[in-house]
Each structure stands twice: as C-alpha cells, then as structure tokens.
C-alpha cells in the first residue's frame, strides 16, 4: 500500500508542474501585453506632441523671424512715430511694404531717408543700419496729393498760358539787369540734354533777384527747401510752394532762371539765375510732388 501511495504521489506532481507551467505562461502573455500595450500609447503620446509642435510652427510662422537677424527702427511719418523690429537682411523696398502695413502709405509714394534716399534694391545691412536708427518717410497719401496738387497744377496752367502771352521772362528789364552781370564765377558746371536727379549738396553759384548770391538746399527729411543767402537763411515747406516756373536764358541755353511761388500772385515770386539745366525737372518734380507717381 506503501508504494501504492507514493506512485500515486509520483502520477500527481507532473499534473501540477503542468499547471504551473500554464499559469506561468499565461502570467508572460499578460506581461507582454501590457508592454506593447504601453509601447504604444507612448508613441501615440509622442506623435500627438510631435503633431502639437507642428501645428503650432504653423500658427504662428507669420508673426514669427525665426533665424533672422532683427534691427530696432524708429519710423518717423508727419509727426507720428513707429518703433518696429526689421529682418536686418531686408532690403528697401520690403521696408517700404513695412511702412505701408503701418501708415497706409503706398510704397510708390514714399520717400524713405537714412544718409540719403533708402535705395529699393539694397539691404538694411548693406546701408549700414543699426539699432535705434532712424528712418524718416515722406509722402501723401493719394487723396492728400489729389487735394494738393489740383490747385497747383491748374495754377500751372494759368501761368503757362500767360506766359505764352509774354515776350521771352530774359528779356524783361527786372531779370535783364541781373543776367546782364554775366554768369557767377563759381556757378556749377551744366549738362545740357540730360536730367539728373538732385545732388546730395546744395546748389550753389547762383543770383537772386536783388543780384546777390543765393543757394538751394532741399531738405527731403523734413520736406523743406531753404533758400539760403549771405544775410540768412529761408526755410520754407515744400507743400506751401504754389507752383515753379523756369525758362532757359537766351545765348545759355544750358542754364535756367527759375521761380517759386510762394504765395498767391506773382508778386510772392522768388526768382533765381543760372539753375543747370539738367536739375530743372528734378527740382520741380521734388517741390510740386510729382515724384510720389513715380
């Protein structure tokens, strides 16, 4: 009976190391399971991050300069004042959009200004622009220079046509007195058929009316032209000119004698002898506003 008993013993611990084995089997399945299981809800996790940074790159990719080098301006319009940060490898004309965005100014209409006119094609680095530089715009907008510039030029028109009802301005005794002094010894020199935009001097080596020596300073800046003279110095706003005549002198036709109006009649006439001819129309294209078409 003894060893009925322990072969029955022998017969019933395989059963339960089978059992084991199955319980054991089933306990690494489950594990297993609940790795992958985990595995991929941390890659799920990271893929909506992921997807969250991407979609958040995208928002604000328009408000952003990431990697680009930015300047502090200080944008000066009339007598309002911008302070803006600028991609410092802009050129002047993605300024002049800037400036458009912030005062409603087409860019075709501006006059942008640091040490000189902003030129389109050139970068804020190429011009040497730093922080806290000032930019000084100047221009109208389109219903300012419609309001301006009728008046002005129908006052053109009018002076036109009395002109051509005049003998030749040179020949009338107020400015014969004045062209018959001969050239100034230090009038600059001219260029006869071309047209040249204003130089970065003053022009100088003219008369005035009285025969005293007189220079044009045009202070594009501050929309200014100063007429300057030994005794003083006349600072008068480009908008409140009324109208520029000239006339070539008659045996110099590469010289001008050339009006400002700077009141209502041609008695507020302010004239000046011995202009080159090639800065005619550029003088009277900064004074009256036509360069804004351009």
């Known amino acids: 009976m003894a060893a009925a008993s322990a072969s029955a013993d022998e017969v019933d611990e395989p059963g339960m ?4 084995q199955a319980l054991e089997l089933s306990c690494g399945d489950a594990g297993e399971s609940n790795s992958s299981a985990a595995g991929k809800a941390l890659e799920m996790d990271q893929l909506q991050e992921d997807s ?10 328009g408000d952003s300069e990431t990697g680009k080098e930015l300047v502090e301006l200080k944008i000066i319009w009339n007598k309002n004042k911008y302070d803006v940060k600028f991609p410092l490898d ?29 030129p389109e094609e050139k970068t804020l680095r190429e011009i040497k622009v730093t922080n806290g530089a000032k930019i000084m715009v100047v221009g109208s907008t389109i219903n300012d220079v419609l309001a ?39 009038v600059m020199p001219s260029v006869k058929g071309v047209q040249e935009r204003l130089p970065t001097v003053p022009l100088s080596g003219m008369y005035n ?14 929309d200014q032209l100063w007429i300057g003279t030994k005794e003083r110095t006349e600072k008068i706003p480009m908008g409140s000119i009324k109208n520029v005549v000239s006339e070539p002198i008659e ?9 400002f109006q700077l009141g209502p009649t041609e008695a507020s006439y302010y004239w000046v002898y011995w202009v080159p001819t090639q800065y005619v129309d550029a003088i009277k294209d900064t004074v009256l ?3 804004q078409y351009f």
């Not at 045996?251 to 009006?259: L, N, S, V």
Request: glycine share 8%; charged share 30%.
């Open 289 to 291: 506003g036509k360069w």
């Open 52 to 61: 969250d940074m991407s979609q958040a790159s995208v928002s604000n990719g």
């Open 251 to 259: 045996g110099h036709e590469d010289y001008h004698m050339m009006a």
């Open 17 to 20: 190391e089978t059992e084991a």
């Open 90 to 118: 802009s050129t002047g004309a993605d300024l002049k959009e800037k400036i458009h965005s912030l005062t409603g100014l087409p860019p075709t209409m501006q006059k942008v200004m640091f040490k000189g006119l902003v």
């Open 148 to 186: 301006v510039n009728t008046p002005k030029e129908a006052a053109q028109q009018e002076v036109k046509s009395e002109e051509n009802k005049k003998e030749p301005l040179c020949r009338q005794k107020q400015h014969r007195k004045v062209l018959d002094k001969g050239k100034p010894e230090d």
């Open 209 to 222: 009316k009285t025969g005293g020596k007189v220079r044009l300073t045009f202070k594009l800046e501050q």
